[in-house]
């Protein structure tokens, strides 16, 4: 079966305009591409926490972190935009902790606590229009697990 030559420009200037919205389509929220990898997996009381984002792109406008379910500003641990002088901005989530943003996206959480222990969440904009998310959990254990814990009931 021939298909009349009209009908062959429709089809292929169709499956181009498809093929290139596919191509250049990126989804708002995207988590698919970033990941947050917890250094170390399961920190103790007073230890260093690195939260280390992979995925970030080499370009973006700025990086959110954010501390509990809920992404907004009474959550917002800090915000690092790489083009100021002091591109750290802490947020009112930060309070008392020791908090350090790098500009590939990571931060460095000094002495955690358990109390520190909950949802972490990065929001990168990239631009106006499209924002990457990642999320993990943090559980800092308080330092009595079985192995120190044995002087404390007499054994």
Request: aromatic share 10%; charged share 20%; hydrophobic share 40%.
């Amino acid at each position: 079966m021939k298909i009349p030559t009209r009908t062959q420009g429709h089809f292929s200037k169709s499956l181009l305009l498809s093929a290139l919205i596919l191509a250049l389509w990126r989804p708002q929220g995207s988590q698919a591409a970033l990941h947050i990898q917890k250094i170390p997996e399961r920190p103790q009381k007073n230890q260093d926490l690195l939260l280390s984002v992979q995925g970030v792109p080499d370009t973006f406008q700025d990086i959110n972190w954010y501390l509990g379910e809920e992404a907004y500003g009474g959550t917002r641990l800090f915000t690092y935009i790489p083009e100021l002088q002091r591109p750290q901005r802490d947020g009112s989530a930060m309070k008392q902790r020791d908090i350090v943003g790098f500009p590939n996206g990571s931060m460095l959480l000094r002495r955690a606590q358990p109390t520190d222990s909950g949802t972490y969440q990065v929001a990168i904009t990239i631009n106006p229009a499209w924002t990457m998310k990642a999320k993990t959990e943090v559980q800092v254990a308080d330092g009595w697990g079985p192995s120190r814990a044995w002087w404390a009931v007499g054994l």
